[in-house]
Protein backbone atom coordinates (compact mmCIF):
# COMPACT_ATOMS: atom_id res chain seq x y z
CA UNK A 1 0.00 0.00 0.00
CA UNK A 2 1.48 3.60 -0.95
CA UNK A 3 0.40 7.11 -0.82
CA UNK A 4 -0.11 8.48 -4.04
CA UNK A 5 1.73 11.15 -2.80
CA UNK A 6 4.43 9.04 -2.76
CA UNK A 7 4.37 7.91 -5.77
CA UNK A 8 3.80 10.76 -7.93
CA UNK A 9 5.23 14.32 -7.60
CA UNK A 10 3.23 17.33 -8.25
CA UNK A 11 5.26 19.86 -10.97
CA UNK A 12 4.32 23.74 -11.26
CA UNK A 13 7.35 24.53 -13.53
CA UNK A 14 7.25 27.81 -15.40
CA UNK A 15 10.01 29.13 -17.74
CA UNK A 16 9.30 32.25 -19.02
CA UNK A 17 10.04 32.90 -22.97
CA UNK A 18 10.77 29.01 -23.53
CA UNK A 19 9.22 27.83 -26.93
CA UNK A 20 7.28 24.68 -26.44
CA UNK A 21 4.10 23.74 -27.94
CA UNK A 22 1.06 24.27 -26.53
CA UNK A 23 -0.88 20.79 -25.26
CA UNK A 24 -4.32 19.70 -24.42
CA UNK A 25 -5.86 16.33 -22.68
CA UNK A 26 -7.88 14.47 -24.97
CA UNK A 27 -10.35 11.72 -23.43
CA UNK A 28 -9.74 9.55 -26.06
CA UNK A 29 -6.17 9.96 -27.24
CA UNK A 30 -4.35 11.56 -23.78
CA UNK A 31 -1.84 14.25 -24.06
CA UNK A 32 -1.35 16.24 -27.36
CA UNK A 33 -0.68 19.22 -29.28
CA UNK A 34 -3.53 21.78 -29.25
CA UNK A 35 -2.92 21.90 -33.01
CA UNK A 36 -3.82 19.02 -33.54
CA UNK A 37 -7.61 19.26 -31.87
CA UNK A 38 -8.10 22.49 -33.21
CA UNK A 39 -7.11 25.13 -35.77
CA UNK A 40 -7.84 28.15 -33.70
CA UNK A 41 -5.13 30.37 -32.67
CA UNK A 42 -3.83 30.37 -28.99
CA UNK A 43 -5.85 32.91 -26.80
CA UNK A 44 -2.95 34.22 -24.33
CA UNK A 45 -0.68 36.75 -26.27
CA UNK A 46 2.27 35.19 -23.89
CA UNK A 47 2.64 31.55 -22.35
CA UNK A 48 4.85 33.00 -19.90
CA UNK A 49 2.18 31.90 -17.28
CA UNK A 50 1.74 28.33 -18.92
CA UNK A 51 3.00 25.32 -16.76
CA UNK A 52 6.02 22.95 -17.95
CA UNK A 53 5.48 19.62 -18.68
CA UNK A 54 8.07 17.35 -19.95
CA UNK A 55 8.06 13.74 -21.90
CA UNK A 56 6.79 11.13 -19.30
CA UNK A 57 4.43 13.60 -17.32
CA UNK A 58 1.38 12.88 -16.66
CA UNK A 59 -1.20 15.64 -16.89
CA UNK A 60 -4.81 15.67 -16.27
CA UNK A 61 -7.84 17.96 -16.02
CA UNK A 62 -8.60 18.83 -12.82
CA UNK A 63 -12.35 19.39 -13.97
CA UNK A 64 -12.94 16.37 -16.38
CA UNK A 65 -10.44 13.91 -14.61
CA UNK A 66 -13.92 11.48 -13.38
CA UNK A 67 -14.09 11.63 -17.17
CA UNK A 68 -10.92 9.90 -17.77
CA UNK A 69 -8.86 13.66 -19.06
CA UNK A 70 -5.62 12.88 -18.76
CA UNK A 71 -2.58 10.90 -20.50
CA UNK A 72 1.12 10.61 -20.62
CA UNK A 73 2.98 13.30 -21.91
CA UNK A 74 5.18 12.25 -25.47
CA UNK A 75 7.44 15.87 -25.77
CA UNK A 76 7.88 18.30 -23.62
CA UNK A 77 5.00 21.02 -23.82
CA UNK A 78 2.91 23.87 -22.05
CA UNK A 79 -0.31 23.56 -20.63
CA UNK A 80 -2.64 26.10 -19.03
CA UNK A 81 -3.49 26.42 -15.09
CA UNK A 82 -6.64 24.24 -16.19
CA UNK A 83 -4.08 21.40 -15.75
CA UNK A 84 -2.32 19.50 -13.40
CA UNK A 85 1.27 17.92 -14.00
CA UNK A 86 2.95 14.97 -11.97
CA UNK A 87 6.38 13.55 -12.37
CA UNK A 88 6.48 9.53 -11.49
CA UNK A 89 9.03 9.30 -8.47
CA UNK A 90 11.82 6.80 -8.88
CA UNK A 91 10.55 3.05 -8.79
CA UNK A 92 6.81 4.40 -10.41
CA UNK A 93 5.99 3.78 -14.06
CA UNK A 94 3.53 6.62 -15.56
CA UNK A 95 1.86 4.69 -18.31
CA UNK A 96 0.93 2.47 -15.06
CA UNK A 97 -0.14 5.46 -12.79
CA UNK A 98 -2.38 6.58 -15.79
CA UNK A 99 -4.00 3.44 -16.60
CA UNK A 100 -4.49 3.47 -12.47
CA UNK A 101 -5.95 6.61 -12.67
CA UNK A 102 -8.54 5.08 -15.60
CA UNK A 103 -10.35 2.58 -13.33
CA UNK A 104 -13.41 2.79 -11.69
CA UNK A 105 -11.51 1.77 -8.49
CA UNK A 106 -9.56 4.97 -8.79
CA UNK A 107 -13.54 7.11 -9.85
CA UNK A 108 -14.70 5.41 -6.64
CA UNK A 109 -11.77 7.09 -4.45
CA UNK A 110 -12.60 10.49 -6.08
CA UNK A 111 -15.84 10.53 -4.77
CA UNK A 112 -15.03 10.08 -1.29
CA UNK A 113 -12.90 12.25 -1.20
CA UNK A 114 -15.14 15.09 -3.37
CA UNK A 115 -17.74 14.85 -0.97
CA UNK A 116 -15.75 16.45 0.89
CA UNK A 117 -16.20 19.49 -0.76
CA UNK A 118 -19.35 19.30 -1.66
CA UNK A 119 -19.21 17.52 -5.28
CA UNK A 120 -19.77 13.75 -4.78
CA UNK A 121 -22.70 13.46 -7.34
CA UNK A 122 -22.36 12.99 -10.91
CA UNK A 123 -24.16 15.67 -11.96
CA UNK A 124 -21.28 17.74 -10.82
CA UNK A 125 -18.60 15.92 -12.60
CA UNK A 126 -17.77 18.46 -15.16
CA UNK A 127 -17.83 21.72 -12.34
CA UNK A 128 -15.76 20.14 -9.45
CA UNK A 129 -12.17 21.11 -9.52
CA UNK A 130 -10.20 17.56 -8.63
CA UNK A 131 -6.13 19.50 -7.66
CA UNK A 132 -3.35 17.14 -6.99
CA UNK A 133 -3.76 18.18 -3.44
CA UNK A 134 -6.74 15.70 -3.61
CA UNK A 135 -5.18 13.15 -5.59
CA UNK A 136 -1.76 12.41 -3.11
CA UNK A 137 -4.14 11.28 -0.49
CA UNK A 138 -5.13 8.03 -1.95
CA UNK A 139 -3.67 4.98 -0.76
CA UNK A 140 -3.19 1.98 -3.46
CA UNK A 141 -1.31 -0.93 -4.05
CA UNK A 142 1.01 -0.37 -6.17
CA UNK A 143 2.98 -3.13 -7.46
CA UNK A 144 6.91 -3.26 -7.79
CA UNK A 145 8.23 -1.26 -11.04
CA UNK A 146 8.95 -4.64 -13.27
CA UNK A 147 5.03 -5.76 -12.44
CA UNK A 148 3.77 -2.11 -13.52
CA UNK A 149 5.69 -2.90 -16.35
CA UNK A 150 4.20 -5.86 -17.43
CA UNK A 151 0.75 -4.79 -16.41
CA UNK A 152 0.89 -1.80 -18.90
CA UNK A 153 2.24 -4.04 -21.48
CA UNK A 154 -0.81 -6.39 -21.30
CA UNK A 155 -3.19 -3.54 -21.19
CA UNK A 156 -1.67 -1.77 -23.78
CA UNK A 157 -1.92 -4.92 -25.92
CA UNK A 158 -5.74 -5.89 -25.68
CA UNK A 159 -6.78 -2.13 -25.79
CA UNK A 160 -5.42 -1.66 -28.99
CA UNK A 161 -7.21 -4.54 -30.04
CA UNK A 162 -10.41 -3.50 -28.42
CA UNK A 163 -10.02 -0.13 -29.37
CA UNK A 164 -9.33 -1.39 -33.35
CA UNK A 165 -12.50 -3.35 -32.76
CA UNK A 166 -14.48 -0.23 -31.78
CA UNK A 167 -12.77 2.09 -34.62
CA UNK A 168 -14.58 -0.83 -36.78
CA UNK A 169 -17.87 -0.30 -35.87
CA UNK A 170 -17.37 3.32 -35.97
CA UNK A 171 -16.33 3.02 -39.50
CA UNK A 172 -19.70 0.96 -40.24
CA UNK A 173 -22.07 3.57 -38.46
CA UNK A 174 -20.57 5.92 -40.85
CA UNK A 175 -21.32 3.74 -43.44
CA UNK A 176 -24.99 2.88 -42.22
CA UNK A 177 -25.32 6.31 -42.35
CA UNK A 178 -24.12 7.06 -45.47
CA UNK A 179 -26.14 4.74 -46.79
CA UNK A 180 -29.54 5.68 -45.05
CA UNK A 181 -28.40 8.99 -46.46
CA UNK A 182 -28.58 7.71 -50.14
CA UNK A 183 -32.00 5.75 -49.59
CA UNK A 184 -33.29 9.50 -48.62
CA UNK A 185 -31.93 11.62 -51.44
CA UNK A 186 -32.76 8.78 -54.18
CA UNK A 187 -36.21 8.28 -52.63
CA UNK A 188 -36.86 12.25 -52.82
CA UNK A 189 -35.41 13.37 -55.92
CA UNK A 190 -38.32 13.13 -58.36
CA UNK A 191 -41.52 15.60 -58.33
CA UNK A 192 -42.22 19.30 -59.00
CA UNK A 193 -39.79 21.62 -56.97
CA UNK A 194 -42.00 23.61 -55.09
CA UNK A 195 -41.30 26.24 -52.35
CA UNK A 196 -42.60 25.19 -48.98
CA UNK A 197 -44.67 27.91 -48.56
CA UNK A 198 -46.99 26.37 -51.14
CA UNK A 199 -48.18 23.55 -48.90
CA UNK A 200 -47.56 25.01 -46.03
CA UNK A 201 -50.92 25.23 -44.00
CA UNK A 202 -49.50 26.97 -40.66
CA UNK A 203 -46.16 27.48 -38.90
CA UNK A 204 -46.22 28.58 -35.55
CA UNK A 205 -43.72 29.03 -33.13
CA UNK A 206 -43.78 27.79 -29.50
CA UNK A 207 -43.04 28.81 -25.98
CA UNK A 208 -40.01 28.26 -23.46
CA UNK A 209 -41.14 29.20 -19.53
CA UNK A 210 -38.53 28.11 -17.37
CA UNK A 211 -39.02 24.12 -16.65
CA UNK A 212 -37.80 21.48 -14.42
CA UNK A 213 -35.11 19.18 -15.88
CA UNK A 214 -36.85 16.10 -15.55
CA UNK A 215 -39.58 15.14 -18.39
CA UNK A 216 -43.51 14.83 -18.36
CA UNK A 217 -45.54 12.17 -20.69
CA UNK A 218 -47.08 14.78 -22.45
CA UNK A 219 -50.29 13.22 -21.52
CA UNK A 220 -51.36 13.74 -17.79
CA UNK A 221 -48.84 16.25 -16.97
CA UNK A 222 -47.42 19.36 -18.68
CA UNK A 223 -43.69 19.37 -20.91
CA UNK A 224 -42.20 21.49 -23.07
CA UNK A 225 -40.54 20.07 -25.90
CA UNK A 226 -36.73 20.16 -26.10
CA UNK A 227 -34.88 20.72 -29.90
CA UNK A 228 -33.41 17.05 -29.78
CA UNK A 229 -36.94 16.16 -29.83
CA UNK A 230 -36.63 16.01 -33.60
CA UNK A 231 -32.86 15.13 -34.20
CA UNK A 232 -33.08 11.41 -35.66
CA UNK A 233 -35.99 12.48 -37.95
CA UNK A 234 -38.46 10.29 -35.55
CA UNK A 235 -40.51 12.52 -33.45
CA UNK A 236 -39.43 11.74 -29.35
CA UNK A 237 -41.88 12.70 -27.07
CA UNK A 238 -39.34 12.06 -24.25
CA UNK A 239 -36.68 15.22 -25.69
CA UNK A 240 -39.19 17.26 -23.20
CA UNK A 241 -38.78 19.32 -19.73
CA UNK A 242 -41.91 18.91 -17.28
CA UNK A 243 -43.64 22.46 -16.79
CA UNK A 244 -43.69 23.37 -13.30
CA UNK A 245 -46.95 22.88 -11.35
CA UNK A 246 -47.33 27.14 -10.26
CA UNK A 247 -46.62 28.05 -14.34
CA UNK A 248 -49.94 28.46 -16.14
CA UNK A 249 -50.06 25.89 -18.85
CA UNK A 250 -50.65 27.47 -22.91
CA UNK A 251 -52.90 25.08 -24.51
CA UNK A 252 -52.31 26.54 -27.65
CA UNK A 253 -48.87 25.50 -28.13
CA UNK A 254 -49.83 22.03 -28.24
CA UNK A 255 -48.46 19.82 -30.67
CA UNK A 256 -51.15 17.48 -32.69
CA UNK A 257 -50.90 14.43 -34.40
CA UNK A 258 -49.49 14.72 -38.35
CA UNK A 259 -47.86 18.24 -37.28
CA UNK A 260 -44.03 18.21 -38.24
CA UNK A 261 -42.01 19.96 -35.35
CA UNK A 262 -38.67 21.51 -36.58
CA UNK A 263 -36.01 22.93 -34.51
CA UNK A 264 -35.65 26.37 -35.07
CA UNK A 265 -31.72 26.74 -33.11
CA UNK A 266 -29.50 23.58 -33.01
CA UNK A 267 -26.04 23.05 -34.60
CA UNK A 268 -24.99 23.44 -38.18
CA UNK A 269 -26.18 19.58 -38.86
CA UNK A 270 -29.08 19.71 -36.64
CA UNK A 271 -30.75 23.06 -37.34
CA UNK A 272 -33.90 21.97 -39.52
CA UNK A 273 -34.22 18.58 -38.21
CA UNK A 274 -37.76 17.56 -38.57
CA UNK A 275 -39.62 14.93 -37.69
CA UNK A 276 -43.35 13.76 -37.73
CA UNK A 277 -46.07 13.81 -34.36
CA UNK A 278 -47.11 9.97 -34.55
CA UNK A 279 -49.19 10.46 -31.53
CA UNK A 280 -51.40 12.54 -29.21
CA UNK A 281 -49.70 14.31 -26.56
CA UNK A 282 -52.43 16.97 -25.58
CA UNK A 283 -50.04 18.43 -22.75
CA UNK A 284 -47.03 18.58 -25.23
CA UNK A 285 -45.50 22.12 -25.81
CA UNK A 286 -43.92 23.66 -28.72
CA UNK A 287 -41.02 25.97 -27.51
CA UNK A 288 -39.28 28.80 -28.11
CA UNK A 289 -36.72 27.10 -30.41
CA UNK A 290 -39.08 24.74 -32.33
CA UNK A 291 -41.71 25.04 -34.99
CA UNK A 292 -44.90 23.55 -35.47
CA UNK A 293 -45.79 22.99 -39.10
CA UNK A 294 -49.27 21.75 -40.59
CA UNK A 295 -49.58 20.96 -44.39
CA UNK A 296 -51.93 21.05 -46.80
CA UNK A 297 -53.66 17.81 -48.14
CA UNK A 298 -51.24 17.83 -51.36
CA UNK A 299 -48.20 17.17 -48.74
CA UNK A 300 -47.61 14.60 -46.73
CA UNK A 301 -46.16 15.29 -43.61
CA UNK A 302 -43.83 11.37 -43.13
CA UNK A 303 -42.79 12.81 -47.03
CA UNK A 304 -41.96 15.85 -46.64
CA UNK A 305 -40.05 15.03 -43.29
CA UNK A 306 -37.50 12.34 -45.24
CA UNK A 307 -37.03 15.29 -48.16
CA UNK A 308 -36.00 17.83 -45.22
CA UNK A 309 -33.13 15.24 -44.57
CA UNK A 310 -32.57 15.06 -47.90
CA UNK A 311 -28.81 16.07 -48.87
CA UNK A 312 -30.35 18.64 -51.34
CA UNK A 313 -32.71 20.15 -48.38
CA UNK A 314 -29.70 20.17 -45.97
CA UNK A 315 -27.50 22.17 -48.32
CA UNK A 316 -30.27 24.95 -48.49
CA UNK A 317 -30.76 24.91 -44.71
CA UNK A 318 -27.38 25.26 -43.78
CA UNK A 319 -27.21 28.50 -46.43
CA UNK A 320 -29.55 29.89 -44.76
CA UNK A 321 -29.32 29.14 -41.15
CA UNK A 322 -26.99 32.09 -38.92
CA UNK A 323 -25.49 32.21 -36.13
CA UNK A 324 -22.56 33.59 -34.16
CA UNK A 325 -21.31 29.85 -33.42
CA UNK A 326 -21.45 26.67 -35.35
CA UNK A 327 -23.34 24.97 -31.95
CA UNK A 328 -26.05 27.61 -32.61
CA UNK A 329 -27.18 28.04 -35.69
CA UNK A 330 -30.84 29.43 -36.00
CA UNK A 331 -33.55 29.26 -39.05
CA UNK A 332 -36.17 31.93 -39.23
CA UNK A 333 -40.02 31.12 -40.53
CA UNK A 334 -39.38 32.69 -43.90
CA UNK A 335 -36.20 30.63 -44.41
CA UNK A 336 -38.00 27.69 -44.31
CA UNK A 337 -40.96 28.68 -46.38
CA UNK A 338 -38.65 29.54 -49.03
CA UNK A 339 -37.16 26.14 -49.10
CA UNK A 340 -37.62 24.31 -52.44
CA UNK A 341 -38.52 20.56 -52.40
CA UNK A 342 -39.78 18.11 -54.65
CA UNK A 343 -42.95 16.68 -54.34
CA UNK A 344 -44.71 14.11 -56.67
CA UNK A 345 -48.06 13.57 -56.69
CA UNK A 346 -49.60 12.70 -53.21
CA UNK A 347 -50.67 9.05 -53.64
CA UNK A 348 -46.46 8.44 -54.69
CA UNK A 349 -45.57 10.25 -51.68
CA UNK A 350 -47.52 8.35 -49.02
CA UNK A 351 -45.92 5.06 -51.21
CA UNK A 352 -42.50 6.93 -50.85
CA UNK A 353 -42.73 7.22 -47.14
CA UNK A 354 -44.46 4.23 -46.40
CA UNK A 355 -40.87 2.54 -48.39
CA UNK A 356 -38.61 4.46 -46.91
CA UNK A 357 -39.99 3.73 -43.08
CA UNK A 358 -39.03 0.20 -44.01
CA UNK A 359 -36.02 0.91 -45.31
CA UNK A 360 -34.57 2.99 -42.68
CA UNK A 361 -35.96 1.46 -39.84
CA UNK A 362 -33.48 -1.43 -41.24
CA UNK A 363 -31.09 0.55 -41.28
CA UNK A 364 -31.38 2.46 -37.80
CA UNK A 365 -32.04 -1.01 -35.98
CA UNK A 366 -28.32 -2.09 -37.35
CA UNK A 367 -26.82 1.24 -36.34
CA UNK A 368 -28.46 0.70 -32.69
CA UNK A 369 -27.01 -2.72 -32.40
CA UNK A 370 -23.45 -1.53 -33.61
CA UNK A 371 -23.88 1.32 -31.18
CA UNK A 372 -24.18 -1.18 -28.01
CA UNK A 373 -21.69 -3.49 -29.70
CA UNK A 374 -19.33 -0.47 -29.24
CA UNK A 375 -20.86 0.46 -25.43
CA UNK A 376 -20.28 -3.26 -24.70
CA UNK A 377 -16.67 -3.00 -26.04
CA UNK A 378 -16.06 0.47 -24.09
CA UNK A 379 -17.36 -1.16 -21.17
CA UNK A 380 -15.23 -4.47 -21.16
CA UNK A 381 -12.43 -1.96 -21.83
CA UNK A 382 -13.14 -0.40 -18.40
CA UNK A 383 -13.44 -3.47 -16.92
CA UNK A 384 -10.25 -4.68 -18.06
CA UNK A 385 -8.31 -1.59 -16.62
CA UNK A 386 -9.53 -2.22 -13.53
CA UNK A 387 -9.20 -5.56 -13.38
CA UNK A 388 -5.52 -5.34 -14.27
CA UNK A 389 -4.44 -2.25 -11.99
CA UNK A 390 -5.79 -4.29 -9.38
CA UNK A 391 -4.33 -7.62 -9.34
CA UNK A 392 -7.41 -9.26 -10.38
CA UNK A 393 -5.76 -10.90 -13.74
CA UNK A 394 -2.22 -12.18 -13.42
CA UNK A 395 -0.82 -10.77 -16.20
CA UNK A 396 2.26 -13.34 -16.19
CA UNK A 397 -0.36 -16.06 -16.86
CA UNK A 398 -1.87 -14.59 -19.53
CA UNK A 399 1.02 -12.47 -21.10
Request: hydrophobic share 40%.
Given at each position: M?????????I??R?????????S???????I??S???DA????E?L???K??RR??I?FN???????????A????L??Y?Y?VM??????DS???CY??????FTEE?????????A????N?R????P?S???TI???????????AI?D?LD??I?R?????????C????L??????V???A????A??????????????????????????V??W??????C???????P????RL?D?ETP?PEF??????L????S?????V??AA????D?P???L?D???G?S????A??S??????AS?????Q??A??????????????????E???QL??ID????L????D????????L?E???????L??E????LI????TG?I????V?
Amino acid sequence: MTRFGHAMQKIDERIPGIDLPLMSVSQTRGVIRRSELTDAPQRAESLDAYKVCRRNDIVFNKMSIRAGAMGVAAEDGLVTYHYEVMRPRPGTDSHFICYLMKSSWFTEELIKRERGIGAGDQANVRTTEVPFSVLKTIDAFIPPFREQRAIVDYLDREIARIDMLIEEQQCLIKLLRERRTAVIAHATSNGAQVELRRVIQALRQGWSPNCESWPADGVSEWGVLKVGCANTGRFDPAENKRLPDDETPRPEFAVRRGELVMSRSNTKDLVGAAAVVDGDYPRLLLSDLTYGISLTTDADPSFVAYALASPSVRVQISAASKGMSHSMQKISQRDIRELVVQLPVIDEQRRLANQLDEQTAKISQLIEETERFIELARERRAALITAAVTGQIDVREVA
